[in-house]
């Protein structure tokens, strides 16, 4: 009996010795090294949170701790880092600082540091998997991560405008831990991001506000943010195992590339939203994707040329957004067209649910082919909206565009009713719209599109035919003042009816009748901040943001008439 007591006394002893222990494992916050010590002698599972102290300037090493059943935090002041430019100097608020987990295996929770200033290296060489999403953000210090065994995570988002060494073998695959399985970089300095796409990655992009063909892109690379990035490999051209077909979701391209390429492996590969934006190219070949479904090619000041795989030709309900290329010139389908040679463009023969070609040169012989599938029996359509505008005058020279084609398909129930062709020529413009029956329809077309841009803010402008026979006359006696007023919509906060509409473009004709290459530059701007905005005090901001006689041109054209 004696024997046994003092069993029971020495298992409590040690009972109450582990539960001391433990209560030391869990809800870790390091303060300096020494902290960090009595942490990794004692704690190979930390339950709940690792932190780190506001006040932490010394290197720190978790040798020994492999497990965390939680998360690893750090939120730091959320304006720093906020204003800090790409490609700006080092910051030197904070002292540098190292933080290692030489051991550290899993993280069943998430990583997430925002603005942790001083910290410059952050090593987990030996982490494989991260449960829930890995973000650093704000993380202007950062020069060195070292992910290398990281083979699964539920989402990675890096922001880190000096971070120059990313040491990581591959990502495998994603988790269900994160909200959204996605990849995103912001301003790291590293040439490659070949280890994310050495092996294929299912990813879906879950938005509970949008269906999974608008959401925003699952895997996301801002290429203008990362200034040491040369070069995109499409079709994970290192993979240990050829893999015959890809499908991506969303692919975003923007920046300064240089250079896009397919690998050779890969025999099919098809992407729902393809969007460049802002890239540096002087040529997009989309000759490499077997399937895109939604083309955007936008703000490209240097591209000239474009290439459409044939087999476009088969695609189906396919978007099309081409926007202010001002150096792409889209007269015709081919390269050659007295010749009818090296053709560059395939319109696709089936339904098409959008089109937008707006800011570039552009003619009607860029849509033989379109036109010709469209007027036999029973034709295919463009099914939601059908947008052209010409680049500015003083981008291009006119390139002459016939509107009644484009007219006929409309009145064929071929072409949606929001449809819209608006050389940025008024004079062409007006002898396209002047006693046509298209005319009569268009006023009330352009309350409809008003009201998609602006939605219930919307007031929307009726084109009399005699506004447009006024403006016609004035563009005839000086055919040089291409003046960029093609249409007005106008809007404010609380809309209210517009009666005078045929005052506003008579006034904006007689003001660009003598223009100046100042007022007919600004014309050009004005006529799309009209399109975009809701309120007339943006077009009065931008006027601020120039010289005077542009600023008083802008004034005088709109501001007394739209507010």
């Not at 916050?29 to 990794?40: F, V």
């Not at 490609?87 to 942790?116: D, H, Q, R, S, W």
């Not at 063909?213 to 990035?229: D, E, F, I, Q």
């Not at 395939?346 to 089109?355: D, F, L, M, V």
């Amino acid at each position: 009996m004696y024997l046994q007591r003092i069993g029971v006394i020495v298992a409590l002893f040690c009972f109450s010795l582990e539960a001391v222990w433990a209560a030391g494992c869990t809800n870790v916050t390091i303060t300096n090294q020494d902290s960090a010590d009595e942490i990794r002698k004692n704690c190979k599972t930390i339950e709940g949170y690792l932190t780190f102290g506001d006040e932490l300037e010394e290197d720190i090493n978790l040798d020994g701790v492999e497990f965390i059943n939680g998360d690893i935090t750090y939120t730091g002041d959320s304006e720093w880092g906020n204003a800090t430019e790409i490609g700006g100097p080092y910051p030197t608020t904070y002292k540098p600082f190292t933080i290692e987990c030489p051991t550290l295996k899993k993280v069943n929770g998430y990583i997430y540091f925002m603005a942790f200033g001083g910290l410059s290296e952050f090593l987990l060489p030996k982490l494989t998997r991260v449960e829930e999403g890995f973000t650093m953000q704000r993380m202007h210090y950062l020069k060195k991560l070292d992910i290398t065994k990281l083979t699964h995570l539920g989402a990675f988002t890096i922001e880190a405008n000096h971070l120059t060494e990313l040491k990581h073998e591959g990502l495998r695959g994603f988790t269900d831990g994160a909200f959204s399985k996605s990849l995103r970089f912001w301003g790291v300095r590293i040439e490659s991001f070949d280890s994310w796409y050495k092996y294929p990655l299912t990813v879906i992009g879950r938005d509970p506000e949008y269906d999974d063909s608008s959401s925003y892109g699952p895997v996301h690379m801002t290429a203008n943010s990362l200034p040491k990035l040369k070069s995109v490999t499409i079709g994970y051209a290192n993979t240990s195992k050829i893999w015959k077909k890809m499908n991506i979701g969303m692919l975003q391209l923007e920046g300064p590339l240089t250079k896009i390429t397919r690998a050779s492996n890969v025999k099919e590969l098809n992407v729902r939203r393809l969007h460049f934006v802002g890239s540096a190219l002087e040529e997009i070949d989309l000759t490499m994707f077997d399937k895109i479904q939604n083309l955007t090619i936008d703000r490209h000041p240097n591209l000239q040329r474009i290439r459409m795989p044939a087999k476009a030709v088969d695609w189906e309900d396919m978007t099309i957004d081409i926007g202010y290329n001002r150096n792409l010139t889209l007269i015709s389908e081919y390269r050659d067209p007295e010749n009818k040679k090296d053709r560059f463009w395939y319109w696709p023969k089936g339904n098409i649910s959008r089109i937008s070609i707006t800011g570039n040169p552009l003619s009607t012989g860029f849509f033989d082919s379109f036109l010709a599938a469209r007027n036999g029996s029973n034709p295919p359509k463009v099914l939601n909206s059908f947008y052209l505008a010409q680049a500015g005058a003083q981008y291009s020279e006119p390139m002459g565009f016939n509107c009644t084609p484009f007219e006929e398909l409309y009145n064929k129930s071929v072409l949606p009713e929001n449809v819209r062709t608006a050389p940025l020529a008024l004079e062409a413009l007006a002898s396209a719209l002047l006693a046509r029956p298209f005319a009569v329809s268009f006023s009330a077309w352009i309350c409809r599109i008003a009201t998609w841009i602006a939605g219930d803010a919307a007031i929307c402008v009726r084109v009399e035919p005699l506004a447009l026979e006024v403006a016609a006359s004035v563009l005839t006696t000086e055919s040089s003042a291409m003046a960029t007023v093609s249409m007005l919509i106008a809007t404010r906060p609380i809309a209210e009816p517009v009666e005078t509409s045929a005052q506003i473009m008579a006034g904006a004709a007689e003001v660009s009748a003598n223009v100046a290459p100042a007022k007919q530059y600004a014309a050009n701007r004005v006529e799309a901040l009209t399109m975009m905005t809701t309120t007339a005090e943006p077009v009065v901001e931008y006027a601020q943001m120039t010289d005077d006689a542009l600023r008083a041109f802008v004034t005088a054209m709109y501001v007394p008439k739209v507010g």
